[in-house]
């Protein structure tokens, strides 16, 4: 016992000796959170568009004026020909153009009014969609408010309430998904070196001959790393209350065990690619090439998990923060209790259990 | 020039003896590149709806079908009340919520007009949208449905249809679009960046860089050396990376071949260049990495790849100016997918190539041959 704390004590001298790497392991996360919690948001808005008014009447003007109003529709230029439309698209200034035939006003005694031509920048159909539905909408509505319309004789009115997050902001979905990444790709980045660098310095040799068992080496390199973590863990919840207004809806305690063995899930991957890996500058690449890219896009917080390809699906089912942001989601956000997370939560246990005993029996007694 | 053509001869050896670092940092990107962007498939297909109906009545069961007969929506359960509908959504099994009131028919044929209750889970923005949209758009139709049904003459008035928008530069609806690619300069930007961070400070660590400043070696002949192969291997990724994005995902090269490549080397120039300045900054590997990573994922999420930079607030959208991948993605779409010249880019261009000498330029100014 006495030997494991001797053993930590080194560890932990190990890591407040870098000042440096000690600020930025302690601030980078602050920063990151506070940047993307407050920056990201999927709402499609204040997107630049361009007008062709061919009409030039006081009903053009008054759509116009109206569609410049809207939030989520920014006037970039009034143009008076379609090649500079063209011109638009292709400089990238614009992201939606709208055609308004000659004769747009006049038609508004007529029986028909003339419907504007919209003109959507298509390489990103997710965003264009969207933009046509809002155009689409503010249009429409010009036209029932110009020339009401004979009601339908029924309506069914959708009453619609957006659950969880009404005010349809960005944190609520990524400060959980943030989260998750942050926390995974530092702590793996951290102990990805630990070991290795014993080899690369020379001290593993004397580590090897100690009479200290492999299990011990490694939970002592992890213990340091998992009480900067944890303390990490604390100040982003704290920031996430205070300045992102996204508090924990759930039990305290149910997310702080959870999140405690998806910290350990985490200094265990980075174990086991340290066990596997010659240099730092190896372990670095495969924590950060490899990792980097994978945890992000298919954690299921940029793009819905269910919308993917089969084999997508089913390859985000190892990457530990999956899990772990389903679960914040559901415990900060929803304010779900255990019953609803166990599955998750099992899962991670599992992980955590697997990349343990890996991480000790990949570590070799023996230098090459 | 002697001098500077061992010292490039020295990198490249360092750089081609380090086998696990060249094909990590090769394959890693391509293998990524050729499964990541599949992610991008935003067209909601399989929304799960809970259904609570307390009418059942034929008109309230033919407004199911309709949104059964959709295609967008998956029928993950009738539940008896909205608290049990309610759990199926917080265990994520369903994520629209429709409750269709007693007397539904009934109301609706006496008063004209009867309200529904949508519940939608609202965490993820874009998904509560669109799914909105389409339940929306279903109770539209049904409602000029029963109205038409009622009374053909008026009925077929208000059957006003919506013009049909003009969709440019993606006629096959493609979703990959999006983010191939921006995949591929994250890709690049990475294995570039890692790299050249890693670079002078490994020679710093291991004692080498002593012999460097002892030796006529200019500042300028150093940092130049470091940089080329960096150059080249980034290149070459960008490459194969171009062609999988022909042959995998169909997306051809709408502009100009030359022009993407200059636009893809001034960008990977300002690239290297913070990399070279981190790695004159840094006293140990360590250090440098983490400092990339921060940048790189910074770089990364604010972009506008992901998200678009026009929804984020005022000072973001300043700070966007200084992320040369901002432009880099904004390029690069412009080019490969809407076929923009030279003339259209200049602005991104030019901002792009300020960055990257000023980089440069102080990664050159911060390696000192004294300590």
Redo the contacts between chains.
Sequence with gaps: MKILFGFIRKEIYHVLR?K??LL??IF?PI??IL??G???????????IAVFDASKDSYSRQLTDKINASRYF?LYANVSSQSEIE?L????KIKVALCIPPRFGEAFEGS?PL????????????????I??FL?NI??SFIKQKKP??????????????????Q???A??FVPG?MAM?ML?VCV?MTS?AIVKEKETGTMEVLLVSPMRPSIIIISKAIPYFILSVINYFIILAMNKYLLDVPVKGSLLLLTAVSFIFILTSLFLGILISHT??????A???S???M???T???SG????I????LP?QF?SNIIPSRWYY?II??VM??G?GLE?IWRQFAILGVMCLVLFIASIKKFKVRLE | MRIFSVLLKKEFKLISRNRVILIISTLAPILQFLILPMVASYEFKNINLAIIDHDHSSWSSRLINKIKGSGYFIISGYENNFSEALIRMEKNEADVILQIPPGFEKNLVREKEQNLLVAINAINGTKAAIGGNYLGDIIKRFNKELTVEAMPVQGAVISRPNSIPLHRFNPNYNYRMTLVPGILCILVTMIGGFMASLNIVEEKEKGTIEQINVSPISKVAFILSKLIPFLIISNFIFSVGLILTKVIYGIGLQGDLITLYVAINIYILSVLGLGLLISTFANNQYQAIFIMYFLIMIFMLMSGLFTPVESMPDWARFMVHFIPLYYMIDVIRLIMLKGSGLIHILPQLSMMALLAVGLILLAMLNYRKTT
């Design positions: 870098d440096w790497v930025i392991l980078m920063i990151q940047l993307f407050f920056a990201l948001s999927n709402e499609v808005k204040n997107n630049p920014d011109e698209f292709k400089s990238g028909a419907q504007p031509q919209i003109i959507l920048d298509a390489t990103d159909l997710n965003i264009s969609n969207q046509n539905q689409q249009i429409q319309e004979v009601r339908p004789t029924y309506s069914i009115i959708p009453e619609v309430r957006m659950m969880y997050n009404p349809l902001k960005g609520p979905n943030v942050i790709l980045l070196v890996s010659q240099t730092q500058q190896e670095m690449f495969k950060l090439i490899g980097m890219l994978p992000v896009l298919l917080f940029m793009f819905p269910e919308n993917m390809p997508l390859l389903s989601k559901n956000i929803q779900s609803i």
